[in-house]
Structure formats: structure tokens, C-alpha cells
């Protein structure tokens, strides 16, 4: 017990902080939902047998289930009062299994002509679900069919609930940047940690027997290296830095311009990655007659994702781009642009990771 | 409980069917379910305060010894047989003894300066135990994975393990158990129903000790 780390803990009415913060920011009105996020985190960190149905970053529709299916009713991170909310295991096929396909059969088999090419799961079944399963389909009714892409890493909490959940003091916050970790020598697979998070980011493995998750490339980081999600993003959205460093992108957009939210603030774990919430076409009815007072994706919807904030900063970030459009200066523009890359959207972290 | 000396091999003293368990006389322990309060994390306590869970009441256990190995069979009630880990949700049974290692060490897990030597069967593995080391609650650390030679069956609705050993461990160090003929020796244990998602401690323990007696 002695060997638990306090830091993002509770401790007689105090929560232990890290002294720094690494924090990302997302402008969801640059996500393309290229799954190049995923796809380089996958690359990087989860290629080992045990690791093939972990995706550390997903890009998820929104409207939709979400990955794992429906994560965002299954519970845990803190109640109002700070008390555990109870939750729930995801299940392997809730996040989607990494299928396997009958290749044998079709190609060598000589059934190629009575069957087809198809999946089944580790457990032997036909898929019902995967880990973008419902992508592009979102909502809304034609004409005003809406959706947009919601990448999602581990938030890094400052009150992270799966390191309070686990017996064993295995997941630590890191006091230098906050970056919080699962101990794989000291985890023993128990899963509570799965069930406290209330984002549902954490895998486990079934060979190892260890929960496992996004570590911030914290690797990469230490190098001055951007985690591989945000260096290969191909619509630069994914800023990088200090929450405390004034000079910085991310504490421009969270504390200066406020137009970085956190996703699900409700749940009490105090994320440390943000978003910008995503501007929408006006509505239009059956003759194609636009209604700029109802913006197509609903307020009502986004705020139930980022908080009563939405509409006033869907307001400044519509201000701020007119003030562009009419060629009048806008620093929130301009950070938003990322005229310069990698300097302006990770200045801490430009080193190319081909140097190293 | 007198660990009788007996003149039969190795593969016998692990079968858990052998004639020879049929002589050996058990010890009926008692098990109670480990409390919610005494669980390490908030989250834990209040996601279990109100389920049920280490329900099962008794474990049979037995114990012998032949001319170089130690064994013990522990049989109880397991409704449905878990010994999968396959889904995230896949828990399997368990079962594990707990032998001080000092006079002083607490038989829940024991505590700092008074660690306790663990073997752990778990279903998911069954011809091995391992054996861990632990100075209080959350603290076990796995000394050798398979230190503990297993044998398990799953029948009518009973699991019985036999866990075996030779009496001085082959790889002697800090926290493992050495056997002694003549000497005393006392355990507690711990079982966990992985269809009802137990694991780590949420499980039914024995809060008594078991005093054996390991015949010279």
C-alpha cells in the first residue's frame, strides 16, 4: 500500500496534482475521420499478440455508439458527490473483436465458390458489431442528416477514477506531466480499472493478462517527439503542450479563448483532453431553405457531450472567423489555422521522431 | 490437522483421485466473505457493498506428505465450472492457501515486516499454482508462476485442486514456504466463484487459521 502513488488522489479532502499537465486539444472542425490517429498509435504500440482488438485511439461518429458500444451509459468516474458511480466491464465484443477471416476455406479450401470471405470473432461467432461500426451513419432526418468525428485517447484526469479504482496501486499519474499509467509488473488483470473509467479507454490484454492503454507516447515525449497520434494527423487538429504555459496553443484554447472543452465533464474526473466543438450548416427544410438560427447538428446534442459552454463558444469561434473572412486580425483564428507546422500546434514536441 | 506421511509417488500424492485421499481425514474450514469495508479502493467496496459475493461456506481440505513432497487437496462447492479467459468479463475460479512467514503476520494478506507465502490455483491454469508473496492488502507480488505443481477436477458441482510441492523449495528464497518434517505449521484460504466476477478481494476467506502438524 505504502507504494501507491498519491498523485491525482484524494487524500484527506485534497486532490494531489501533478506539478505540469500535458493536455491535447481537438478541433473537431478539422477532423476528416481518416483514422490515421488510429491507425499510428496501432502502428506504434499495439502490434504484440494480446494487443490485436486495442485501439489506445478511436475515432468515433457522433451521433453513435461509440467505442465500446454505448460507453457513454455505462457508468463510472465520480457522481456529484464524489462518490464511485458503479459500472461495468466492456465486453470484448462491445469494443469490437479484432476478426479473424476464413481465408483457408475460401482460397485454399476449394469452397470458393459455396462460400464466401468473412469474419468471425474470437469466439468463433459472425461479428454484430465493431469498433466503427456505425461510422458515418450519425443523425438527424433528411434534409438535415448531421455527423462528425469524435477521436478519443485516454483523457490523462486529473482525478483519474481508474487509478483510485485499482486494488493493487498499480495506474500512476506521473508528477512531472501528469501522464497517467498502468504498471504492467504490478497489475494483475482485475479489471477494475475497465469498469471505473468512466470514458471506457482501457483494453485488456488476454495473453498478458494486464489492462493496458494510452500512454501519451510518453516514450516520444520525453525525446521532445509529439505523440504519434498528433504528428501524423493529417488535418492538424491535435495541438499538444502545457496547460500551465501561457506561451503555448493548449492554454490559449482552454483558459484564454475557452473554446476547448472537456468531453463529459460531468463525470468528475477533470479530462485532460479537450475539444473544440464543431460548427454545423444551418438547417434546412424540404425546399432547400436555410434557417441560420438552427444549426443542423442540435445545441441540445453537443451539449450534452461538452457542457452548457457550447453555444457561447460555437458563438465567439462564428465571430472570430467573420472577423477573418473580413481580413481583421484574429488570434484565435490564427492558432486554430496552424499557419506553421509542427511549431504552432506542438511547440514542445517538433522534434521529427525519424532523428531520433 | 495431522499431515500423514505416506509411501506413495509423486503423480499419486497430486492425483486428487487416488486411493490414497480417500484415507487422509479433512479438515472442514469455514469461510466467510471477505468484507466490502476492508476492500482496498472506494470503488470496490461501493460497487460490492450490497451484491452478494464469497458465498461459498466450506472448503474440505486434506494434507499429506510422501518422503520428499508436501500436497493438499481442497474441495468445495462450485455450482458452474469457470475456467475460461476469453472475454473481458471472463473470470476464472480460484482457490489459494496463505502461510505466514513470521509469528506476527496477519492472516488477512499479512503485513509490512510480516509477509505471508501465497499459492494461487486458478482455473484458468490448472496444473500449476504460483506462489506469491504479500506484506498486506494490494501488495502480492508472483515469486515463481509455477512453483506449485496442480491437479484439479471439476465434478457434480465440486472443484477439488491438489497442490504439491517438495517439502524444501528447489529455488529457496525470501517468501517462499519450506516444509519441515515434525514440524507445525498453519494456512488459511481463499475462494473465488469467477461466474460472479470474483477476484482479488472479493472472494470467501477462512478468518481462522488452520493448525496442521506435518508428521517427521
Known sequence: MNEKNVIGRELEGKLHQPTRQLAMVFDLNKCLGCHTCAISCKRQWTRDEGMEQQWWAVVNTQPGMGTPKNWEHLGGGWDAKGEPRASKIPTRDEFGDAWKFNKDEVFQGGKGTVTYLKPVTTKGEAPDWGPNWDEDEGGGEYPNSHFFYLPRICNHCTHPACLEACPRGAIYKRADDGIVLINDKQCKGFRFCMEACPYKRIYYNHVRDVGQKCIFCFPRVEKGVAPACARQCPGRLRFVGYLDDENGPIHKLVHKWKVALPLHQEYGTQPNVYYVPPLAPPSVDMHGRADPSRPRIPLEYLEGLFGPRVREVLALLEAEKTKKARGQPSELMDLLIVYKWPNDIFPDFVRDPAEL | ?216
Open chain 2, 1 to 216: 490437522m495431522l499431515i500423514k506421511r505416506v509411501d506413495v509417488d509423486a503423480a499419486q500424492l497430486g492425483d486428487p483421485d487416488a486411493a490414497v485421499w480417500s484415507a487422509a481425514k479433512a479438515a472442514a474450514v469455514s469461510l466467510v466473505q471477505a468484507p466490502a469495508a476492508m476492500q482496498p479502493t472506494k470503488y470496490i467496496a461501493a460497487k460490492w457493498q450490497d451484491k452478494p459475493y464469497g458465498q461459498v461456506k466450506a472448503l474440505a481440505v486434506k494434507a499429506l506428505r510422501n518422503a520428499g513432497q508436501i500436497a493438499f487437496r481442497l474441495e468445495w462447492q462450485a455450482k458452474t465450472k469457470n475456467d475460461r479467459r476469453i472475454e473481458n468479463t471472463d473470470f476464472p475460479d480460484a482457490v489459494a492457501m496463505l502461510f505466514p512467514l513470521s509469528e506476527q503476520s496477519p492472516l488477512i494478506m499479512g503485513g509490512d515486516g510480516a509477509p505471508v507465502s501465497l499459492w494461487y490455483w486458478r482455473a484458468d491454469h490448472p496444473n500449476r499454482a504460483r506462489n506469491d508473496v504479500a506484506s498486506g492488502i494490494g501488495t502480492s507480488q508472483v515469486l515463481d508462476a509455477e512453483a506449485v505443481a496442480a491437479q484439479a477436477k471439476h465434478e457434480d458441482g465440486r472443484w477439488t485442486v491438489v497442490m504439491r510441492r517438495v517439502l524444501r523449495s528447489t529455488k529457496p528464497m525470501d517468501g517462499i514456504v519450506e516444509f519441515t518434517g515434525g514440524q507445525a505449521l498453519r494456512a488459511t484460504f481463499a475462494v473465488w466463484d469467477g461466474g460472479n466476477l470474483e477476484r482479488a478481494g472479493i472472494k470467501a476467506f477462512s478468518p481462522s487459521w488452520l493448525e496442521m502438524n506435518l508428521e517427521a
